[in-house]
Nanobody
Framework: QVQLAESGGGLAQAGGSLSLSCVAS????????MGWYRQAPGKQRELVATVNAGGGRMYADSVKGRCTLSRDNAKNSVNLQMNSLKAEDTATYYC??????????????WGQGTQVTVSS
């Protein structure tokens, strides 16, 4: 069993900032990557930002320069700092962890989702 505990999110004004945190726990052998995805009403889930075990980061073009993803390997956690928020950032944000639960099997795990609403 693997659990992802999300925190943060909420309501912010356009131009403001929010922070999202996620901690992975449970039967974790090795984490491949962790990050955040989002899904707005009527749209597909999309990548926001992810960081791999080597520290390589990937950001969606829509958030580059406005978001920073940090990772604490010792705590199996990631933090997404979002600045200069826009109305189009409004969505449900999901933490994702791709990890091994044993030396040979990996899978994707998801948090329950946290709402981010940006008012213009």
């Amino acid at each position: 069993q693997v659990q992802l505990a999300e925190s943060g999110g909420g309501l912010a004004q356009a131009g403001g900032s929010l922070s999202l945190s996620c901690v992975a726990s449970g039967n974790i052998f090795r984490i491949i990557s962790m990050g955040w995805y989002r899904q707005a009403p009527g749209k597909q889930r999309e990548l926001v930002a992810t960081v791999n075990a080597g520290g390589g980061r990937m950001y969606a073009d829509s958030v580059k320069g406005r978001c920073t993803l940090s990772r604490d390997n010792a705590k199996n956690s990631v933090n997404l700092q979002m600045n200069s928020l826009k109305a189009e950032d409004t969505a449900t944000y999901y933490c994702n962890a791709r990890l091994y639960t044993n030396p040979t099997n990996w899978d994707d795990y998801w948090g329950q989702g946290t709402q981010v609403t940006v008012s213009s």
